[in-house]
């Protein structure tokens, strides 16, 4: 938990929030409480994205 402050709040996204919000991406944030087994950020770095 101790490296999860600043980590996008998407639970199947590894990419780091963007500063001063809790997502990395609009897409993100747009899933809101719905857990998504793949993340849509488009982020090349994302664990999350198949
Ligand atoms: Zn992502
Ligand atoms: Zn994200």
């Known amino acids: ?6 980590k996008c709040k ?3 996204c ?3 929030a963007q500063p001063g919000g ?3 991406s609009a ?3 747009g899933s809101g409480d719905t ?3 793949d993340c ?6 994302c664990g999350g994205n198949f």
Not at 1 to 6: E, F, I, R, S, V
Not at 40 to 45: N, T, Y
């Open 1 to 6: 938990m101790a490296d999860d402050k600043n």
């Open 10 to 12: 998407n639970p199947s």
């Open 14 to 16: 590894t990419c780091p």
């Open 22 to 24: 809790k997502y990395c």
């Open 27 to 29: 897409s993100c944030e």
């Open 35 to 37: 857990i998504e087994l």
């Open 40 to 45: 849509d950020c488009g982020h090349d770095e």
